[in-house]
């Protein structure tokens, strides 16, 4: 337990930020799942208009600090190289 004010301070941020990037890491894995989803489905339109609603929510996490930025690129990589080959399936 904290004994000093400033400790107690740092204790009340972390636990806002912890809230903030769990939320933030929950609603980016959504993305991702309902992207990986509609792929699986072989439902393009869908996957195309979750791609460009996952991108920024990516970005924004590695912004946030809550994923690194490499790793932000390579999931948008990844799914855009999905995205892409399913339509090129089509």
Do not use: C, W
Request: charged share 30%.
């Amino acid at each position: 337990m904290a004994n000093h004010k400033s400790a107690e301070k740092r204790n009340r941020q972390n636990k806002l930020r912890n809230a903030r990037n769990a939320h933030i890491r929950s609603t980016m894995r959504s993305f991702v799942k309902k992207l990986r989803i509609a792929i699986a489905e072989g439902d393009t339109e869908t996957a195309n208009a979750v791609l460009e609603k996952a991108i920024p929510y990516i970005d924004k996490a590695a912004t946030k600090g809550v994923i690194h930025k490499a790793t932000a690129s390579r999931k948008i990589g990844r799914l855009a190289k999905l995205v892409s080959n399913t339509t090129a399936a089509e």
